[in-house]
């Protein structure tokens, strides 16, 4: 009697349907170590972050240390190795910011919101960052609000934007 074989399935070993889709990717990129950065952009958009397990599993699956994986993920700004919040706010250091104000609103959106760049409220509301610029160096100070870039900002507008996400969750 011959036993059959199911068919594969169309998941990932582990359940998990975006690793299929990450495996997918590195074998689009033919398991190449160049490919790195694009890969890491990949699994970013599927998973949202880049949580240390992630990053071990591609530094199997291209044969590069983990060290190196690790390091281009950390390097590159557009990476983040913890969740983001429901709301996200970026605020611009570039040159023409910072003369006009740009650390001021940063001071002013970490003591509000007790938060440093780089991190998210302990309630997963809100993730606050800098960017080195944002190229809207004519509407300076320049805030971006969930993706939408606001200009000449002062630290109470911030402050008061974000406050409104704080207090009632909503943008």
Known sequence: MKTSISPPSSSHPSGDKR????????????????ALIEILHRASELF????????LYIAHSLKLPPSRV???ATFY?????????????VVCT???CYVKGAQAILASLEKSTQIHAGETTPNGQI?????????ACGIAPAVVFDGA????????????????????GTK
Not at 25 to 30: E, L
Not at 77 to 89: D, M, W
Not at 127 to 135: D, E, N, V, Y
């Open 127 to 135: 993730s606050l960052m800098t960017a080195r610029c944002l190229g």
């Open 77 to 89: 700004h557009l990476f983040s190795l913890a969740p983001k919040g429901v709301h996200n706010c």
């Open 94 to 96: 570039g040159t023409a």
């Open 48 to 55: 949202g972050y880049l949580e240390l397990d992630l990053l």
């Open 70 to 72: 690790y390091g281009v």
């Open 19 to 34: 690793l299929k889709m990450l495996d997918a990717t590195i074998k689009r990129h033919q398991y190449q170590q160049d």
């Open 149 to 168: 870039v606001l200009g000449h900002q002062s630290p109470e507008s911030v402050c008061e934007k974000v406050g409104e996400w704080l207090e009632n």
